[in-house]
């Protein structure tokens, strides 16, 4: 049943979820309420009509797994990438176990110079629990990377449900209006941050904005 669910939400993304996906959704589930927070510091809140309307955030260096891919339309990138990721945390890396969820997941997205549509190639980014950090277990799958990312200095907004290509180009926009005019911050990269998993209807998304360095 917990297979067929899956399987109903990755059709909606048009990604067929391949049957060796149903012990690393098992496992998935089955340790859904151990996920460890990314580590990060809150720099300031930024509050609109009492509800805070976006927050800045430092985080620091850190090992992640990372997997790109580009394919036809942005879901389908985002859900092979996980399902790759999926795969090295339930078992397939030099340790052979599972390894632990962290949450968020980050997707790098880049937009087209128009700034109308996103680019094909996402990087997706898996933050190697704490105890990893220093030893990351070694992926089998030669796809996924292991990278020493920079410290980061984002200012990030949540959202719910879906992230479609339409939702995202949505959610900048709609984050560029409530910043005004600002050069202190990428235009054109930006980070989709995933706390739930993918079967979770309404689940909480943040679009990150990254300062300038």
């Given at each position: 049943?917990?297979?067929?669910h899956?399987?109903?939400v990755?059709?909606?993304?048009?990604?067929s979820?391949?049957?060796?996906?149903?012990?690393?959704i098992?496992?998935?589930?089955?340790?859904s309420?151990?996920r460890e927070?990314?580590?990060?510091?809150s720099?300031s809140q930024?509050?609109?009509c009492?509800?805070a309307?976006y927050e800045e955030?430092?985080y620091?260096a850190?090992?992640?797994a990372?997997?790109?891919?580009?394919?036809p339309i942005y879901e389908q990138?985002?859900?092979?990438?996980?399902?790759?990721?999926?795969?090295y945390?339930?078992?397939?890396?030099?340790v052979?176990?599972?390894?632990?969820?962290?949450?968020p997941?980050?997707?790098?997205?880049h937009?087209?110079?128009?700034g109308?549509?996103?680019?094909?190639?996402?990087?997706?980014a898996y933050?190697?629990?704490?105890?990893?950090q220093?030893?990351?277990?070694?992926?089998?799958?030669?796809e996924?990377?292991?990278?020493?990312?920079?410290?980061l200095?984002?200012?990030?907004?949540?959202?719910?449900?879906?992230t479609?290509e339409?939702?995202?180009?949505r959610?900048?926009?709609l984050?560029w209006e409530?910043?005004?005019s600002?050069?202190?911050?990428?235009?054109?990269?930006?980070?989709?941050?995933?706390?739930?998993?993918?079967?979770?209807?309404?689940?909480?998304?943040e679009?990150?904005?990254?300062?300038q360095?």
């Amino acid at each position: 049943r917990l297979f067929a669910h899956w399987e109903a939400v990755a059709s909606t993304h048009r990604v067929s979820l391949p049957r060796d996906m149903a012990g690393p959704i098992a496992q998935m589930v089955r340790h859904s309420q151990a996920r460890e927070p990314v580590p990060y510091v809150s720099l300031s809140q930024h509050g609109k009509c009492e509800e805070a309307a976006y927050e800045e955030r430092r985080y620091p260096a850190g090992k992640w797994a990372c997997v790109t891919m580009g394919e036809p339309i942005y879901e389908q990138s985002i859900s092979m990438s996980f399902m790759k990721l999926m795969r090295y945390i339930c078992k397939e890396n030099s340790v052979g176990c599972h390894l632990g969820m962290t949450v968020p997941v980050l997707n790098e997205i880049h937009l087209t110079k128009e700034g109308t549509e996103l680019e094909r190639e996402v990087l997706t980014a898996y933050y190697l629990p704490g105890e990893f950090q220093q030893n990351p277990p070694v992926p089998t799958d030669p796809e996924i990377h292991i990278t020493e990312r920079a410290p980061l200095h984002v200012i990030t907004r949540v959202f719910y449900g879906m992230t479609t290509e339409e939702t995202i180009l949505r959610e900048i926009s709609l984050f560029w209006e409530l910043l005004g005019s600002t050069d202190t911050v990428l235009q054109g990269t930006y980070i989709v941050a995933s706390y739930e998993n993918p079967s979770i209807p309404q689940h909480r998304n943040e679009i990150w904005f990254i300062r300038q360095a």
